[in-house]
C-alpha cells in the first residue's frame, strides 16, 4: 500500500470510545486517520452491520482493531477495503459460536453473571436487558491495572451490552480471509487468558502477550500503537 491506511477503533461492552484515547493520540501523531465509533452494543449481526456500513463511507484501505466484544463484530465485518484485524483481548470467533462459548476456551466455563447489573432496555426480549458490571467490583474485575480514580468515572460512564449479545453466534469470520494479529492481556479477568490464546492461535494470528488487565489500550497504549504499526506493515507490500 502506498498510503497509511485508515484505523477504525471498535469498542467493547463496559466501555466506550473513549478508552481509545491513548492510542489514538499515538496513531495520529504518526500520521494516521483514525475513527473511533460509537458501537451499538444491540447483538453481533446488528453491531456489525454499522462498522460495515461506516467502514464502506472510507477510501482506501481499512485495518479494524477491536477490544472485548469489538473483536466479535470485526470478526463479522466483511468489506473488501478491509486489510487487516487486530483483536485487543478481544473476542475472535469462529463461525456459530458465541461470546458465551468462547469464554469456556481457557479449559474452564466462565461465568461473568455474579459481576453484572441487568438493567431493562425498551424492546428487549423477554428476561433480557442491558448488563453492566458493578460499579463496587469494576476495578477489580475489569481494570484492575489502571488507577482507581480512573476506575470510577470508567464504572459510571460505561455503555452497556445487551444479554442477547452473549448468546448471539457469530458469522463466518472475517479473520479465514484477512490477515490479523492479537494482543493477549496476561492479567485479564474478562476473557481468560488461556481462551485468548486459543482464539488467536485458531485464528493463524500474529500474537503478543502483554502484562495488562482486560484493558490494554488503556493500561498499554505504547503496546497497542506498536501493534496497529506491525499490522500496517504486515499488509504494506
Not at 460499579?135 to 460505561?158: K, N, R, S, T
Not at 469470520?173 to 488461556?194: E, F
Request: proline residues 7%; negative net charge; hydrophobic residues 45%.
Amino acid at each position: 500500500m502506498s498510503d497509511k491506511p485508515t484505523i477504525v477503533l471498535v469498542h467493547g461492552a463496559f466501555a466506550d470510545a473513549s478508552g481509545w484515547g491513548g492510542v489514538i493520540t499515538r496513531l495520529q501523531a504518526d500520521g494516521y486517520t483514525t475513527y473511533a465509533p460509537a458501537n451499538h452494543l444491540r447483538g453481533v449481526a446488528h453491531d456489525a452491520g454499522y462498522i460495515q456500513d461506516f467502514v464502506a463511507t472510507i477510501d482506501g484501505p481499512v485495518v479494524l482493531v477491536g477490544h472485548s466484544y469489538g473483536g466479535a463484530v470485526i470478526t463479522n465485518v466483511h468489506a473488501e477495503n478491509v486489510v487487516a484485524l487486530v483483536y485487543i483481548c478481544a473476542f475472535a470467533l469462529d463461525e456459530g459460536e458465541a461470546v458465551g462459548q468462547a469464554l469456556a476456551l481457557g479449559g474452564e466455563p466462565v461465568d461473568l453473571s455474579p459481576v453484572l447489573v441487568v438493567r431493562p432496555y425498551p424492546g428487549a426480549p423477554e428476561g433480557t436487558g442491558d448488563a453492566y458490571i458493578n460499579p463496587a467490583v469494576f476495578h477489580d474485575a475489569f481494570c484492575q491495572d489502571v488507577p482507581a480514580e480512573l476506575a470510577a468515572i470508567m464504572a459510571a460512564a460505561q455503555r452497556p451490552g445487551s444479554l442477547v449479545s452473549l448468546a448471539e453466534p457469530s458469522g463466518t469470520p472475517a479473520w479465514r480471509t484477512t490477515p490479523s494479529w492479537y494482543m493477549v492481556g496476561q492479567q485479564d479477568r474478562v476473557i481468560p487468558p488461556d481462551a485468548e490464546r486459543a482464539m488467536a492461535k485458531r485464528a493463524g494470528a500474529t500474537t503478543v502477550e502483554v502484562d495488562s488487565s482486560h484493558v490494554a489500550m488503556i493500561s498499554r497504549p505504547d503496546d497497542v500503537a506498536a501493534l496497529v504499526r506491525s499490522a500496517v506493515a504486515g499488509v504494506a507490500s
